[in-house]
């Protein structure tokens, strides 16, 4: 499968501060890559879809001023929590839309994850 | 709005024994992914299904699309503890729209 990479694995910062979140496609192109949050022992909460040369569509309840995406080419989107805060802390997950080929004229649409990123606010 | 159900979400069981996972919703999707995720990890997609009807096997788990392409089963045979996880379903759609995901089911697998 198509491979995915986020950096950095682990992050902790101050109160305040700014993180950047960088999600890449290593051997293969996405014009539009997903970038998730995920709480202990929960499924994943969707918080953007970032799509290469526009802007960002944010799901309701996501502060686009808080979490600024940036998808400035076809392997790299980077997400950066702004001014983080501690209840910013959590388990953030991005995902490059892929379209695959069914065998035959019809293709279909695939997501690979990124392995994550932790991000601890003090 | 669409959705997706997942069931059971907590599952316990013993090595050797086998389970069924599924994966509903009232929804038509185009193609359906499981997913496993393992502590402190991004999810590692395991299957693709995207015809009506379509079954696939990998190793020991068998996954079922649905004749109407509304759901889904994930079925393992003789667990093993390596299987041990949070098992997740989305729906896909659309290149470029969002995938729906379900609230996952968490496995244990008891040696």
Redesign the interface.
């Known amino acids: 499968g198509a491979v995915v990479s986020q950096h950095p694995s682990w992050v902790i910062c101050k109160s305040g501060t700014s993180v950047k979140i960088e999600c890449r496609s290593l051997d293969f192109q996405a014009t539009t890559m997903f970038w998730y949050r995920q709480f202990p022992k929960q499924s994943l909460m969707l918080m953007a879809t970032s799509n290469e040369g526009s802007k960002a569509t944010y799901e309701q309840g996501v502060e686009k001023d808080k979490f600024l995406i940036n998808h400035a080419s076809l392997t790299l989107s980077t997400l950066t929590v702004t001014s983080a805060h501690p209840e910013d802390s959590s388990f953030y997950i991005c995902s490059a839309n892929v379209l695959g080929l069914a065998g035959g004229p019809s293709s279909y649409n695939e997501q690979f994850f990124g392995p994550g990123t932790r991000l601890t606010v003090l | 709005t669409q959705l997706l159900e997942q069931s059971p979400q907590f599952l316990s069981i013993q090595e050797g024994e086998n389970l069924t996972v599924y994966c509903n919703s009232s929804s038509v999707f185009?193609?359906l992914?499981w997913?496993r995720q393992e502590p402190?990890?991004?999810?590692?997609?395991l299957v693709?299904v995207?015809?009506g009807g379509e079954v696939k096997k990998l190793k020991r788990l068998t996954f079922q699309f649905g004749d109407a392409r509304k759901d889904s089963s994930l079925h393992i045979t003789a667990a093993q503890t390596g299987d041990t996880g949070?098992y997740?379903c989305?729906g896909?759609?659309?290149?470029?729209?969002?995938?729906v995901?379900?609230?996952?089911t968490?496995l244990s697998v008891l040696p």
């Not at chain 2, 896909?92 to 995938?99: A, C, D, L, W």
């Open positions: 185009s193609s992914q997913y402190g990890e991004g999810p590692v997609l693709t995207v015809t949070l997740l989305a896909g759609r659309n290149y470029g729209q969002n995938f995901f379900g609230p996952g968490r």
